[in-house]
């Protein structure tokens, strides 16, 4: 067996796509680095969150006069705190709901939708007390009935999460009564009816996929001050300083220039730090305490009260020839929202056929809210879900005509030029690639070693993002460069960006010290998230360093006194044409404060052709037939990159993503109890995989450059999620015989579908 | 997490003395891998912890003629890490090595896993078919007890206001015996068993009859459970598939589960049967010195 990581590379450079140490490594090895938890202000006060018990309930009074009454106690916050409050449905007019929605989840008003909802928060000079001070709070809730399952929710009759919850359907119609349906979506393509009509196999299913959680080992975090001037200053653990500042003082209703967010370290976010709520509550304590307040989350509020994916339930149906094409494909997809509209339906739904080359398609998606916390994103959200449902019917389409299941997918994969359902045509892509990778790899190409075992192969699109992106290149007067970047930094995006700044200034990586700084001191960049950081900020700290190039140039063409059309920029060198007159980097940058004053390079950008990723994973595993435990034998993960910045943290997240889609796959779900309680709140028995769970996961970067990013870059992080689920499905089915249409797969479903027969 | 009272005896009788002082607001710590996350996570109340790690008694590991001592504060590390007692009690060893993680076995104890008394102690089970009694101390002097009768229910124990648990002592082996643990759970670590089964028998001195069985389940009821009717099943019995097989459904049979989210109703019954007849087959190897 061979074991080693691949990288198929198209083009080299000299920084691009080596592995350097990451900057950020001395600090994090060593324990220096700081979290949002490391945080002591002078004076800092505690806080703690009280939360809803019940998944479903009216909030009827909420009475502080205790806790308040507490010694030690500074502050308590409610919702009658938050601006929402204060504004009647008149002069919010058509931003109601919206606002409604977004305070509610900070705080509580009228209903609690979910156990673990926010209710109130106290700040006190300690955890204890601020604990103690919880429990003094009186809040007398009807206890309603609650729903939580997605279909359950759909139903007429379920109860109403939202009295006035409307949705327009794909006909331009608004609902006539109020739902949990939030909206739905419908795209089609050619004629499905005829495709069908045409078809010579016909494999239709229904899917279920549960709740998950990111399981980012750092908690939720936030420390704020409220200055008495007005000014207030957050630091926090997150993906997008920006977005909390943003919506922060969206809640708030103060000026964004009011409002400063200082990202810490993040201890993983996996798309679930994209959203946030504690920063606005903590806010609110300070100004009321007059004082910093800190506020962690525990493990259980992180489960309870932050959002996991959605589950969902999909009925995916598709119809191939004898010939091996696919005539016609349609899926439903009705994706669970959590309290609050706004799951990621729509990218499953754009997602779920992405891979097929269909003349025919059809992709319903329903927006659907229950009493579950508000869904975040997840690394490619909604994508894998979908897969789950679409990569089993094309394994089953495959068995039915007795071909192999790479074959049919390259006999079917998008190209450039191809259309996808919903309307976008592919540039550049990299699935055939890929699948023909994965035909070629010693794992495939290996037979199987003993009974009971399978093998399970499965494809995975991300569409990826562009989005805004600032970086700031200041040259030091010792010829490095200080490279100021608001991309917090999940994955080693400070190595990658500062690569590609070194690879275009021409200069050694090593003299790039990238920093990322706080909302007020770069301008204005989106989440890192989206697969986008790597390729938009890093494109953003290309143009940087273009503006630096340029700078230069014009710097040694006015010493030199010669016209800046004669001299040019090459490997870290400026000369003049004569070739008599050269600077290096780093001579000039000497002499920059006597020669006119310091260079900065500045960028800010929002790029498209972001190009897609695309991923083949091959999966072998052995089920116990007595116990109907799954064991993963041999992995393989195969991805187009693009161009792999650093070839090392694109494995990295091969690798996390493809464990993080074997845990969903295999173990991971939030089990409820009959009130919606959820039972399993704690890494105990929410059971994410663990190192002794896996083999070794197996990478092969493939590098089909994306033509719109000067070095080729694709976004890595989120497709590698996408495949697992349905691979290791895939793989099931082969060595027990039973297709697993419901996550997770866990040894008692397996043995159940024994017993069942089915 | 309110303030709590934290004493260190260095004797027996003062501890004693603390507990009795102390009544039900006075909990034992071992290595508190338990105690001290229940305390955190408000499960369970206590004004003074007792800590017992400083008391001779509870610190001996003594393998001698009569078996084993094996005092209630010893972690599991130094269990498997004495060759002599890891070679002499290997499903104690099973069970010993695979509680929580190699940094949770640094200091948890097999006396502190029986007194937590949680139905899917891994311990529990090995030391009941071992034959395991517990040393208990107490106002009143001493008392010992079979271990099968000491967990009451699950998180309660058979000890009254003011006693503790001394010491564990297993019997010495008996020649041709074997004994194994197996717990099934969904990963390959750090989790809780769905169900498990500890087995011990002893075979005649040709290897082929099963003279004696004993066989004890976790995570499937109230409590660990010795199911009597499954291992004397097999007492007598030639060595076979059958007998395996048999002794397996009687387990199955004294199993009484619930339905939670680790495990079904249905899913635990099976895999008794099946850690049953896994878990003779290796003993009977043990037994005659095969592995």
Known sequence: MTTANQVLSEVEYDVVGKRPVRPDGVDKVTGRAQYGADLNLTGLLHGRVLRSPHAHARIKSVDVSKAEALPGVRAVVTAADLPFASLSKDELGNDYNRFKFLSDNFLASNKALYRGHAIAAVAADNAHVAEAALALIDVDYEVLEPVIDVRAAMQDGAPLLHDDLVHTSAMGEVSEKPSNVASYMKFEKGDNAAGFAAADVIVEREFTTASVHQGYIEPHNATAHWRADGQINVWCSTQGAFVVRNITADVLRVDVSEVRITPMEIGGGFGGKVAFYLEPVTALLSRKAGAPVKVLMGRTEVFEGSGPAPGSWMRVKMGASRAGKITAAEIELAFEAGAYPGSPVMQGATCAFACYELGNGAVEGYDVVVNKPKTAAYRAPGSPQAAFGVEQVVDELCQQLGVDPVEFRLNNAVKEGSRKVEGPVFQKIGLVECLEAARNHDHYRTPLSGPNQGRGVASGFWMNRGFHSSVNITVNPDGTVNLIEGSVDIGGSRASIAQQAAETLGIAYEDIKPQVVDTDSIGFTMVTGGSRTTFATGWAAILAAEDVKTQTVERAASIWEVPADEVEYDSGVIRHKSEELSFTFKDLARQLYTTGGGITGTASLDPTGEGNSFGVHVVDVEVDPDTGKTEILRYTAIQDAGKAVHPSYVEGQIQGGAVQGIGWALNEEYYFGDNGQMMNSSFLDYRMPTSLDLPMIDTVIVEVANPGHPYGVRGVGEVPIVPPLAAIANAVEQATGKRMTNLPITPGSVLEAEWNGG | ?291
């Open chain 2, 1 to 291: 997490m309110r303030a709590i009272d934290y004493q260190a005896p260095t004797s027996l009788s003062e501890a004693v003395s603390i507990m009795a002082a102390n009544g039900d607001r006075a909990r034992p710590l071992a290595g508190g891998t338990d105690v001290l996350v229940q305390l955190r996570g408000g499960r369970r109340e206590a004004d003074v912890v007792v800590d017992t790690k400083k008391i001779p008694e509870l610190n001996t590991l003594n393998l001698g003629d009569n078996g084993l001592q094996l005092g209630a504060a010893v972690p599991c590390y130094k269990i498997y890490g004495d060759s002599a007692v890891a070679a002499a009690y290997p499903g104690l060893i099973d069970a010993a090595s695979m509680i929580g993680s190699i940094q949770i076995q640094g200091r948890a104890t097999v006396g502190g896993n029986l007194c937590n008394a949680a139905p899917s102690g891994d311990t529990i089970p090995p030391v009941i078919t071992l034959g395991g009694e517990a040393h208990i101390n107490g106002p009143n002097g001493w008392r010992t007890m079979p271990a099968e009768d000491f967990c009451t229910g699950p998180g309660r124990n058979a000890l009254q206001d003011g006693e503790l648990l001394v010491a564990i002592q297993l019997p010495a082996p008996a020649a041709n015996s074997g004994t194994a643990y197996l717990r099934f759970i969904p990963r390959n670590e750090m989790d809780i068993a769905v169900a498990g089964v500890s087995s011990t028998v002893t075979l005649d001195a040709s290897g082929q009859t099963i003279q004696s069985a004993r066989i004890a389940l976790a995570s499937v009821g109230p409590t660990p459970i010795l199911a009597t009717a499954a291992g004397d099943s097999l007492a007598g019995k030639a060595v076979s598939d059958e007998a395996i097989e048999e002794a397996g459904r009687l387990a199955s049979e004294a199993a009484t589960p619930i339905t939670d989210m680790r495990g079904t109703i249905r899913q635990r019954h099976h895999l008794v049967a099946v850690l049953t007849r896994r878990t003779l087959n290796i003993a009977i190897r043990r037994a005659r010195g095969e592995e």
